[in-house]
């Protein structure tokens, strides 16, 4: 059986800088046009297929922005 992962981004954390988005190698995530509380506009996981490598969260300039999950099924 093979892991799964998703990204959470924390939309009103998220200051748009797109380096999530440059760090993902599967192209997962992307910057929205709905800007969140601080005006900028967030990015967002856009689905399946995260690898879990963590680089959208190791690219991360603010903490607690991205976390990545490994999903476990009951």
Not at 5 to 15: G, H, L, P
Not at 26 to 40: A, C, F, H, T
């Amino acid at each position: 059986m093979s892991k799964k992962f998703r990204v959470q981004i924390e939309f009103d954390q998220c200051k748009g800088c797109g380096r999530c988005v440059l760090a993902c190698p599967k192209q997962l995530l992307k910057i929205g046009s709905k800007l969140n509380i601080q005006g900028y506009a967030a990015a967002y996981y856009v689905g399946e297929g995260c690898i879990g490598c963590g680089g959208c969260f190791f690219q991360c300039p603010e903490p607690g922005a991205v976390t990545v999950y490994e999903e476990v099924e009951d």
